[in-house]
């Protein structure tokens, strides 16, 4: 029972901050139909942000050593101005393309990210001490609870309640919800493409930032392609909770964690290290059986 | 043969003869007049041209984008080390490996043919599952595809030594082999393209709906073109691992999936002609900036540009190309010579729905 | 007030319309007859900013709208209610509503316009909080009129209103139309697959087919119906469009 129960909070943990990242990129897809494959660099990218750009091997502190709240808006600031920077350069361009040809434009723009970092911050993984205080176990009535398991959680509600009420109670935000299900029809009636976008880049950096400190104090290690496995497991979480669709990018986010945790623990030994398969095998099973994800919305069914 | 099906004939083989021609006259520059690190690159640049040929014979037909085929690379390439790699390393390291494959070492064309069969036959079983998806979501599943291929493979340790790199494979593959096989999979891609079933999947493309009506099956012209690319991607993957010697499961995931899509998309993904184009025009360019960043003497100091420019210029000359010149190089049509009849049905006819099914 | 002028779009290969030129006066009627496939959605489209011009002008008050993106066409008090109705299927009857007020930061006369709205379509009024994507098809076609309408637009053009819904509730919506035509003065442009509702409601009459304008004139010369069902059905294609004197 108490294996269960920490297996229970390892997934929800693990499933918090998939849901981040899956907030991220399903905002960006239902707006734009874009799957964004730089968001895992973006990630990166708010983790480097930290330290001074050098390609010592020894990683100096320099956003990283601020108080945590100046570091979280110092960080979400970096990457929103970069989110901002992808669709200004390109994919402002390229509105009227196809998903798949969206899709390998995100793969330059990651391409360009990744050597960018690897120029700035050299090519070798650095160590780097953040929040490690956070590392710290809290004993529950037998469970050993990690402190950055509850503060991943926390944060994943905060930010999913405030992305909530944005997306419920402002007019801006019920614009964006309009644009996510009609964007053609939303600036028919006068919503302003540009801004839309713009808010949906922005907000995407925001999680991005938020995902990549709660990565970094997790696994105490920067490098260049650090991002990108949070992205792939986003990404399928987007397409197993319904792309286009917020509470299915969240439930996705989930699902997905909830999948591996549990195939990790459950799985016999010697199936254990294909675990990513079956998870990748259920994206393929969805894609087949249900095109439209846990959550559908109606708008997407005829659009994927 | 008539005079105008010979004058046809001959609008048709003529340019692909130039591309033939083309290819070879380049590689033969090379390997001739260059030094011996020009000759690797240029073999390296001929394998590309295999998988990136072998990726227009789906992409460029069907239309749908695949991510996965570096999977099919990938499980070919193993294959071949499977059947060439020095069978003394193989009983100490892949211990999983049946005996047929652990106690024997094959000669090259088992090898490469042994690689090609088997990622075309699990083309064959994956794409009968999932190309009846249609445009990004059939494109999702490849890419899914990709991340198991590369997930088992890191993984299986008895069989593919796990992250760690599969060592002593015979280099046996030169300019030369690869300019054979090169050549071979461009004359297998224009004889697709020209084929009942490449009409067909092209028909498809253009107009989904009308090509169902009038009786094409989506899923099976679909999966003839993927089956028959995996092939060819796959000889790319055999090729590549008795080029380089060695084959890690790294080498076959997501920068080769880009670099790959970046050449077709940079030459034209609707043509062979774009293919080519794309995997010379990178190359070229890769190898400027490599040059750059080595070094250049301007006058008494060395200016190099620092790690990274070469990829963040062809990230960058990627995005130009998607946004001013989204056809690519070639505008995605093939070569056509001047002085052929005024005709502009040269190589790949723009064909109507009714035409392809005429034909089937 | 709006004048197309040798206009032409195309898709990919096919051209969908191929020099049409069209005007509408203010506080007009003007109506958009053809068959399936004719055109008819592209041009409002293309008016609308949403899809664009291969050649031609389109004019509005004199300011030429080609290039000039869909939000922007918006602002000037041009609203397009296109075919298939297009509600926010999850947004609730109120946010779609206010939508384009809320997109051109207006809201001073938003609430009264809502009210007022709501009188013609008291329906919506009870399914105020409700998704529209509940919606029945007659009030989805009720409420993108009225979502239309809160941006206080002066042209409004409706795409094929009577597409898919019962004869009774399509009567509902041109009686509304006219009503708050009468009521705030105005300009509609409608496009219909058939003319028999059209000969009451407009004053003038366009016949599109297969990209081209094929008749013109106004609905009084074109009582009988003859000549429009001759241009509808392509017995004159190979001449010049006929024009009804009075029109000109």
């Known amino acids: ?304 | 043969m008539t005079d105008t099906a010979q004058r046809r004939f001959l609008r048709a083989a003529l340019p692909v003869l130039a591309l033939l021609l083309g290819v070879t006259a380049i590689t033969a520059l090379v390997a001739l007049l260059g030094n011996d690190e020009m000759a690797l690159t240029v073999t390296e640049a001929l394998v590309r041209l295999i998988v990136v040929v072998g990726l227009s014979v789906f992409i460029g037909n069907s239309g749908v984008v695949s991510f996965g085929h570096i999977g099919f690379m990938c499980i070919a390439a193993y294959a071949a080390a499977w059947a060439t790699c020095n069978p003394m390393w193989k009983q100490l390291m892949l211990t999983g490996l049946p005996v047929f494959l652990q106690q024997a070492q094959y000669p090259f064309w088992v090898a490469v043919a042994g690689g090609a069969v088997l990622a075309a036959a699990v083309a064959l079983v994956f794409g009968a599952v999932i190309l009846r998806l249609s445009g990004i979501a059939a494109s999702i599943a490849t890419f899914a595809f990709l991340a198991i291929v590369n997930n088992v493979y890191s993984n299986w340790d008895s069989v593919t030594a796990g992250v760690s790199s599969i060592i002593g494979i015979p280099t046996v593959v030169g300019p030369w082999t690869g300019l054979a096989f090169a050549l071979g999979a461009i004359v297998l891609a224009f004889w697709f393209k020209g084929s009942r079933f490449g009409l067909m999947l092209r028909a498809t493309r253009d107009d989904p709906v009308a090509a169902r009506a009038s009786g094409v099956s989506i899923v099976r012209v679909r999966l003839a073109a993927f089956v028959l690319s995996a092939f060819i991607v796959g000889i790319g993957g055999a090729l590549f691992v008795q080029f380089l010697g060695v084959a890690t499961v790294d080498m076959f995931y997501l920068q080769l999936t880009f670099i790959t899509l970046a050449m077709l998309i940079i030459g034209g993904m609707g043509s062979v002609t774009g293919a080519i184009v794309g995997v010379f025009a990178v190359t070229v360019f890769v190898e400027f900036f490599r040059f750059l960043e080595s070094g250049v003497a301007v006058g008494e100091s060395v200016l190099a540009l620092p790690e990274g420019s070469q990829e963040i210029a062809l990230g960058i000359g990627m995005a130009l190309i998607l946004i001013f010149r989204p056809k690519g190089l070639t505008g995605s049509r093939e070569l056509r010579l001047p002085g052929l009849g005024s005709s502009r049905r040269a190589m790949a006819p723009p064909l109507t729905t009714t035409e392809a099914t005429a034909r089937s | 007030m709006l004048e197309v002028e040798d206009l032409a779009v195309s898709y990919g290969g096919t051209t969908a319309l191929a020099g049409v030129a069209i005007s509408v006066k203010e506080r007009e009627a003007v109506c958009v007859v053809g068959p399936n496939g004719a055109g008819k959605s592209t041009l409002l489209a293309a008016i609308a900013g949403g899809v664009p011009p291969k050649r031609g002008r389109i004019r509005f008050d004199g300011k030429d709208l080609v290039g000039m993106r869909a939000e922007n066409i918006a602002r000037l008090g041009i609203s397009l209610v296109p075919e298939g109705r297009h509600v926010f299927g999850t947004l609730t009857v109120e946010e779609n509503l206010f939508i384009g007020t809320y997109a051109m930061s207006d809201q001073r006369h938003a609430q009264r316009d809502a009210e007022q709205l709501l009188g013609y379509f008291p329906r919506l009024k009870e399914r105020w909080r409700q998704p529209a994507g509940r919606l029945s098809g007659g009030e989805q076609q009720m409420l993108v009129i009225a979502r239309a309408l809160m941006t206080r637009p002066r042209l409004v053009m409706v795409d094929e209103p009577s597409l898919g819904l019962a004869p009774k509730i399509v009567d509902t919506v041109y009686s509304t139309l006219l009503a708050l035509r009468a009521e705030r003065g105005l300009t509609l442009l409608v496009n219909e697959q058939s003319s028999d509702r059209m000969l009451k409601f407009s004053e003038r009459i366009y016949v599109l087919r297969n990209g081209r304008i094929l008749l013109h004139g106004n609905t009084a010369d074109l009582q009988d119906g003859e000549a429009i069902t001759r241009a509808y059905f392509g017995f004159d294609e190979h001449h010049t469009p006929a024009t009804s004197e009075a029109a000109a």
């Open chain 1, 1 to 304: 029972m108490i294996n269960f129960a920490q297996t229970f909070i390892d997934a929800l943990s693990l499933g918090s901050l998939y849901a981040l990242a899956a907030l991220g990129i399903g905002l960006l897809f239902g707006i734009l139909r874009l799957i964004n494959f730089a968001y895992g660099d973006l990630i990166t990218l708010g983790a480097y942000a930290l330290i001074i750009p050098s390609t010592e091997a020894v990683a100096t502190l320099f956003i990283g050593g601020w108080p945590w709240f100046m570091v979280i808006i110092a960080v979400a600031v970096i990457v929103v101005a970069a989110a901002l920077l992808s669709d200004l350069l390109v994919f402002r361009h390229i509105r009227r393309a196809d998903p798949a040809t969206l899709m390998i434009a995100s793969f330059a723009v990651s391409f360009v990210i990744q050597n960018v970092i690897l120029m700035f911050y050299g090519s070798r993984p650095k160590s780097v001490d953040l929040w490690s205080n956070l590392n710290y176990q809290i004993a529950v009535s037998g469970l050993r609870i990690p402190l950055l398991q509850i503060v991943t959680i926390l944060a994943t509600l905060v930010l999913m309640g405030g992305l909530t009420l944005l997306l419920k109670r402002t007019a801006l935000g019920i614009q964006m919800r309009a644009a996510a299900e009609d964007f053609r029809m939303a600036r028919y009636l006068g919503v302003r493409g540009n801004l839309v976008i713009g808010l949906a880049f922005a907000i995407s950096g925001v999680l991005a930032a938020v995902a990549s400190l709660l990565l970094l104090s997790q696994t105490g290690t920067l490098s260049q392609t650090m991002g990108v496995p949070l992205m792939l497991f986003a990404f399928i979480a987007t397409v197993v909770g319904g792309m286009g669709s917020l509470i299915g990018a969240a439930t996705g986010g989930f699902a997905v964690a909830f999948a591996s945790v549990f195939l990790q623990a459950y799985l016999p030994d010697d199936l254990r290290p294909f675990r990513d398969s079956f998870v990748f095998g259920i994206v393929i099973l969805m894609l087949l059986f249900r095109p439209a994800g846990l959550v559908p919305t109606k708008a997407l069914v005829e659009r994927v």
